[in-house]
């Protein structure tokens, strides 16, 4: 499936959910993750996820799709992540 990720995290933990996210997803710029998972790693990735942050402190939103649901990114300015996912 294709998962964007999104999060708003006290600046304590952000280290650590960023470390996380990089485990699984690739970075495309400050706090927004992208890519395929298979259903066992994105259970894991959650569970990860639900362990270390504050729920009353912090928000992680989870987009999902069977497939890749853009054809097109557009990007203005400076591009901030690694390579796109995008062919």
């Known amino acids: 499936m294709f998962v ?3 999060y708003d ?3 304590k ?3 650590k ?6 485990k699984y997803l690739y970075w495309v710029q400050n706090p927004v993750f992208e890519g ?3 259903e066992s790693k994105f259970e894991k990735l959650k569970i ?11 928000s992680i939103i989870i ?4 497939v890749i649901w853009y ?4 990007i203005i300015g400076k591009e901030k992540g690694g390579e796109s996912l995008i062919i």
């Open 17 to 22: 959910v960023l470390k996380i996210c990089r």
């Open 36 to 38: 395929e998972l298979t």
């Open 48 to 58: 990860e996820l639900k362990n270390l942050i504050e729920e009353t402190e912090d």
């Open 71 to 74: 054809s097109k990114r557009e």
């Open 13 to 15: 933990r952000v280290g």
């Open 63 to 66: 987009y999902t799709s069977p």
């Open 9 to 11: 995290i006290k600046e």
């Open 4 to 6: 964007i990720l999104v």
